[in-house]
């Protein structure tokens, strides 16, 4: 079982409907949704929830104001600035115990916290695992940890080839979550100058984490330059280009149906995805992963 | 006044708004562009402010003191983040997990634990003409951004405006950057995608109280249902934006949108006066 994540630095390069377009071209394979924060693969793919379940994580102080005495330990020492006033400003506790533990009057109790849920789902491309983070929630990479640790679960449970995954963007958290341990990253950039600058910092993860990178240059069209000059910065590095997609509105319009591309239209989008996905799968069945 | 702009879907145009909205008012007041987007700062390619100053962000990691350790466990037990473990007469800690609470040394018993720091990322900060510049940057490899965030904020100055521009989703980074704004703007396109996003960043900022609208990018491709669910919800749309490829282009090259194509400036003059009206009848009406 080979385990493809979609990351790409920065956001709005054309994730999600690369995932959709591998979704209804790969055969056999389990779909995650790793962006659990601003979820949008199911737009495409349009689930039928089969299982949820509760992602319980993290805790968040509480403070009986009956038991408080205000003697303000707990303020002095909360190093994020959680309590004012001796009450708990739950966006901003990150449920460290430090302040129950230390309350004098024992005032202070830490309760569990529901930070959301994920879904086992099926689709008419196959299984879906994907998630919904609690609103200003923290802990998004524990949960993209379950997301892949139950698409693994179903992958092998039901013999498929492949896990692919929409990534979140980004370097932090929920991205090194999302990519430690997989089999490949394809990163999809554009030919802007925020798009070269955020490709050489996703590459960076990529290389600290030992995960192979290949890279797709969605839009390239809109500026030949730059991703010319794309192409020279993944040489330098070793990191092969799989697809030159162009800039086509049939893209938005099949997002406007939810429907993948592929499905949607037989332009040039589509058939620079089709071959992008050969070569992918080509590869990765000639090579180990790492 | 705080303004920060975020978009729970990213590339929507956070950047683009960010730092026109910075330069169109630079003329007439001073003004600061705070990147919180730490993961991946932009704003820099667009200003190419002159960097002045540089500051290590790091988090208090702790060192433990084998001479006075017993081993007795209290730290492990402690630690919410698992970033501490004791294993027979061995401690071993785990600098990336670590949030840096100081709980393990402030309840060591045998104060054996004291705390270093752990490089996590940078602070710069700079000029560039009338826009006074500071951003941050989570070094590769490291997973915390909020600690790196919140180092961008503590140099928010007394300038009269200052504008912060917010990482995408909707998790604690964003909810690190939004805090403290006056006004949020959220930064859409008229997708199915941008319209998912945005409502779950319209939860975002109504869970932490800050008054939003809504800046529409890339008008013209998708369809109308952004525009319907904001007029249900009773959000302004304070600035459209159409599908051009002028404007594209200038993006991909690195070139401001009110630099390349200076008529926008008096488009986002006019976005800011909605908000500081927006903001003032606010205040008012609190004040009630």
Redesign the interface.
């Known amino acids: 079982m080979k385990e493809i994540v979609v990351l790409?630095?920065?956001?709005?390069?054309g994730k999600?409907s690369i995932v959709g377009a591998l979704a209804a071209l790969a055969q056999s394979k389990v779909l995650a949704d790793c962006d659990v924060?601003?979820a949008?693969l199911h737009?495409l793919l349009r689930p039928s929830e089969k299982m949820r379940t509760e992602f319980w994580s993290?805790?968040v102080a509480r403070i009986d104001q009956d038991r408080c005495d205000e003697c303000g330990l707990c303020q002095e020492?909360c190093?994020?600035h959680a309590i004012r006033d001796f009450q708990v400003e739950e966006?901003?506790c990150?449920?460290?115990?430090?302040c129950h533990?230390?309350c004098p009057t024992e005032a202070i109790t830490m309760r569990e916290n529901m930070a959301g849920h994920w879904f086992i789902s099926g689709t008419r491309y196959g299984p879906l695992v994907h998630a919904r983070?609690g609103?200003?929630?923290?802990n998004?990479?524990k949960l993209v940890a379950v997301v892949r640790q139950q698409a693994r679960k179903v992958a092998e449970e039901q013999a498929l080839d492949y896990v692919i995954s929409d990534g979140?963007?980004?370097?932090?958290?929920?991205?090194?979550s999302s990519l430690s341990g997989a089999s490949l990253a394809l990163l999809v950039t554009?030919?802007?100058?925020?798009g070269m600058?955020?490709l050489d910092?996703v590459l960076?993860?990529c290389r600290?984490?030992g995960v192979p990178a290949t890279v797709c240059i969605n839009k390239y069209d809109?500026?030949e330059e730059?991703t010319r000059q794309t192409e020279e910065q993944c040489s330098r590095q070793a990191v092969d280009v799989v697809a030159r997609i162009p800039f086509d509105?049939a893209v938005?319009e099949s997002?406007?149906r939810?429907v993948p591309i592929v499905e949607y239209s037989d332009g040039r989008v589509t058939r620079e995805i089709v071959t992008m996905w050969r070569r992918i799968s080509g590869a990765s069945e000639g090579s180990s992963p790492a | 006044m705080r303004i920060s702009i975020a978009s729970g879907k990213g590339g929507t145009g956070k950047t683009l708004v960010a730092t026109s909205l910075a330069l169109a008012l630079s003329d007439r007041h001073h003004v600061q562009l705070l990147d919180c987007d730490v993961e991946e700062p932009n704003d820099h390619v667009f200003l190419r402010p002159e960097i002045t100053g540089r500051e290590t962000v790091t988090i208090p990691v702790p060192k433990v003191n084998e001479e006075k350790c017993t081993h007795c466990r209290k730290c492990a037990e402690v630690c919410a983040y698992n970033a501490i473990a004791v294993l027979g007469n061995r401690v071993l800690t785990f600098p990336q997990l670590c949030h840096g609470c100081g709980a393990c040394s402030y309840l060591c018993p045998e104060k054996a634990i004291t705390e270093v720091g752990h490089e996590i990322g940078t602070v710069e900060w700079g000029r560039f003409g009338g826009v006074a510049f500071v951003h941050g940057r989570l070094t590769v490899g490291e997973a915390m951004a909020p600690p790196v965030i919140r180092k961008v904020k503590e140099r928010v100055n007394n300038y009269d405006i200052a504008i912060v521009d917010v990482p995408p989703g909707t998790s604690c980074p964003v909810v690190e950057a939004i805090k403290g704004s006056d006004f949020c703007i959220l930064v859409t396109e008229p997708t199915p995608f941008g319209l998912n996003d945005l409502a779950l960043a319209v939860e975002t900022v109504q869970e932490l109280a800050v008054p939003c609208g809504v800046v529409l990018n890339r008008a013209g491709i998708g369809d109308s249902r952004v525009v319907d669910y904001c007029s249900e919800n009773s959000i302004p749309v304070l600035l459209t934006i159409p599908l051009d490829l002028e404007i594209a282009r200038l993006y991909s090259r690195g070139i401001a949108l009110v630099a390349g194509m200076p008529q926008w400036k008096s488009s986002f003059l006019e976005l800011f006066d909605m908000v500081t009206e927006l903001v003032v009848e606010r205040n008012r009406s609190a004040k009630r």
Request: hydrophobic share 30%; proline share 7%.
């Open positions: 790409s630095g920065k956001g709005g390069t999600t924060d601003a949008d737009l993290g805790k020492l190093r994020f966006a901003s990150e449920g460290c115990g430090l533990h230390v983070l609103i200003a929630q923290e998004s990479g979140p963007p980004g370097i932090g958290c929920p991205v090194i554009e030919p802007t100058l925020s600058h955020d910092r960076g993860v600290h984490f809109i500026n730059n509105n938005t997002i406007v939810g």
